[in-house]
């Protein structure tokens, strides 16, 4: 999903006594806010993105939140994964990343931003 640059809504206001006005309405569109994309998700974080079999997602999913906090999982497509980590936890996400790797043959693309 992406965001919704071109859908907008009106805001009607209400008094107090529950009556909505009509006034609000000749105002400008506010824009409705979409999902937030992975890069504004995981801004100010330890991240790595990693492939594994498509078949291995669950499984890693289920290893990453059981994890404790270590990190966070966003799926992009089929095996194609980000994993992020909060600064203070740099040394457990790379254990973390090490295991993946040895356990389902998890590939690291790039390196750690």
């Known amino acids: 999903m992406g965001r919704r640059g071109g859908i907008s809504r009106r805001v009607a206001s209400g008094s107090p006594a529950g009556e909505v006005s009509s006034a609000g309405l000749d105002e400008p569109l506010e824009a409705e806010r979409g999902p937030l994309s ?23 999913k289920g290893i990453v939140e ?7 999982l ?9 994993l992020a980590a909060p600064l203070g936890r740099g040394d457990e996400f790379a254990e973390l990343l090490l295991d993946l790797e040895q356990d389902v043959g998890a590939r690291r693309r790039g390196a750690p931003r």
């Not at 966003?74 to 980000?82: K, S």
Request: charged share 15%; hydrophobic share 55%; aromatic share 6%.
């Open 74 to 82: 966003f799926a992009e497509r089929g095996g194609e994964l980000t």
């Open 66 to 72: 059981a994890s404790d906090g270590v990190a966070l």
């Open 38 to 60: 992975i890069a504004e998700a995981s801004a100010g974080m330890l991240v790595q993105h990693v492939v594994v079999h498509p078949s291995d997602v669950v499984f890693v």
